[in-house]
């Protein structure tokens, strides 16, 4: 039985077995584009905006779960539908209706107060050409409905951070308490091409991760794995803090280091989650390496 919590909505305990924890699934009723969860990283309800249903990623990464070998229900981006879904579901939300959603059940009242609104979706958000008019349009919503503590989050392989429609969009999200979470998997170019198995030169994402921290503070986000039974090698962690603190040692801010780990079915059966122990025993090997605050989600 759901033992009730009379504390603060934000601190509610959210519990890794729950259905709308385990299920992330981008899709809700008839909507297109936009899709609620809960996130522990995000410490709540999460109000994702797909801005790639046509599944295109400069990312090919072993991990990956999303299906690429159904063909997208869209290719194209309507910036209309999306602003009447995200204004759809954030009343939704504050009702109380979303909570009486089978999915969303055992979470109480934790969904009636969106945490962040986020760009994320089926392939790297920053794809899409008109990126700042993208940060505009869920800006407007957020301010229209009084949402002011809540985080408009970009959720980013950092590929297309320096691309100059992106740079607009992040000054957007600037003014409106935006956040950065940017993947870095390794610390070589050799890990990263096994991992992530990008054309995407490693150097570039070391890059512009130093480039976007160095104008705002950004979390960066690491999934870490088994790959064929093994954990990443000693030496490629060491090399993974390096990038770490060249980045802070080039003036970049890092907010904070999320560390996870594989959630959901790969397609590459080699690719497996790390146990939890394991994972926060990496997370201080970090945290002493480099200093920065490290958090764990297995």
Same mark, same amino acid.
């Given at each position: 039985?759901?033992?009730?919590?009379?504390? @603060?909505?934000?601190?509610?305990?959210? #519990?890794?077995? %729950?259905?709308?924890?385990?299920?992330?699934?981008?899709?809700?009723?008839?909507?297109?584009?936009?899709?609620?969860?809960?996130?522990?990283?995000?410490?709540?309800?999460?109000?994702?905006?797909?801005?790639?249903?046509?599944?295109?990623?400069?990312?090919?990464?072993?991990?990956?779960?999303?299906?690429?070998?159904?063909?997208?229900?869209?290719?194209?981006?309507?910036?209309?539908?999306?602003?009447?879904?995200?204004?759809?579901?954030?009343?939704?939300?504050?009702?109380?209706?979303?909570?009486?959603?089978?999915?969303?059940?055992?979470?109480?009242?934790?969904?009636?107060?969106?945490?962040?609104?986020?760009?994320?979706?089926?392939?790297?958000?920053?794809?899409?050409?008109?990126?700042?008019?993208?940060?505009?349009?869920?800006?407007?919503?957020?301010?229209?409905?009084?949402?002011?503590?809540?985080?408009?989050?970009?959720?980013?392989?950092?590929?297309?951070?320096?691309?100059?429609? &992106?740079?607009?969009?992040?000054?957007?999200?600037?003014?409106?308490?935006?956040?950065? %979470?940017?993947?870095?998997?390794?610390?070589?170019?050799?890990?990263?091409?096994?991992?992530?198995?990008?054309?995407?030169?490693? #150097?570039?994402?070391?890059?512009?991760?130093?480039?976007?921290?160095?104008?705002? @503070?950004? &979390?960066?986000?690491?999934?870490?794995?088994?790959?064929?039974?093994?954990?990443?090698?000693?030496?490629?962690?060491?090399?993974?803090?390096? /990038?770490?603190?060249?980045?802070?040692?080039?003036?970049?801010?890092?907010?904070?280091?999320?560390?996870?780990?594989?959630?959901?079915?790969?397609?590459?059966? %080699?690719?497996?989650?790390? #146990?939890?122990?394991?994972?926060?025993?990496?997370? #201080?090997?970090? /945290?002493?390496?480099?200093?920065?605050?490290?958090?764990?989600?297995?």
């Amino acid at each position: 039985m759901r033992v009730p919590y009379d504390g @603060p909505v934000s601190e509610l305990p959210i #519990e890794s077995h %729950w259905r709308s924890v385990l299920d992330h699934s981008r899709s809700y009723s008839d909507f297109t584009y936009v899709y609620p969860v809960v996130s522990r990283r995000s410490r709540g309800l999460s109000i994702g905006i797909n801005l790639n249903p046509d599944k295109v990623c400069n990312f090919d990464c072993v991990y990956c779960e999303v299906d690429r070998k159904t063909p997208p229900l869209t290719r194209t981006v309507n910036l209309l539908q999306v602003r009447a879904e995200l204004a759809a579901l954030i009343a939704i939300a504050s009702s109380g209706e979303l909570a009486r959603d089978p999915k969303f059940s055992e979470t109480g009242s934790l969904t009636r107060e969106i945490r962040d609104i986020a760009f994320s979706g089926d392939g790297e958000p920053t794809m899409v050409h008109n990126f700042d008019e993208c940060a505009q349009m869920a800006a407007d919503i957020r301010r229209a409905h009084h949402l002011d503590a809540t985080k408009l989050v970009l959720i980013t392989d950092a590929a297309g951070l320096d691309k100059q429609s &992106v740079r607009r969009g992040l000054e957007i999200m600037d003014r409106n308490n935006g956040e950065i %979470w940017a993947k870095l998997d390794a610390g070589t170019a050799e890990y990263f091409a096994q991992v992530n198995r990008s054309a995407i030169r490693f #150097e570039r994402i070391v890059a512009n991760l130093t480039l976007t921290a160095q104008e705002r @503070p950004i &979390v960066i986000q690491s999934l870490f794995l088994r790959l064929y039974g093994g954990i990443m090698p000693d030496t490629e962690l060491g090399a993974y803090c390096d /990038r770490l603190t060249g980045i802070t040692e080039a003036g970049g801010k890092i907010q904070e280091v999320h560390l996870y780990t594989v959630a959901r079915p790969t397609p590459e059966k %080699w690719a497996t989650r790390l #146990e939890g122990p394991i994972l926060e025993s990496i997370a #201080e090997k970090i /945290r002493q390496r480099t200093g920065l605050p490290v958090a764990t989600f297995a």
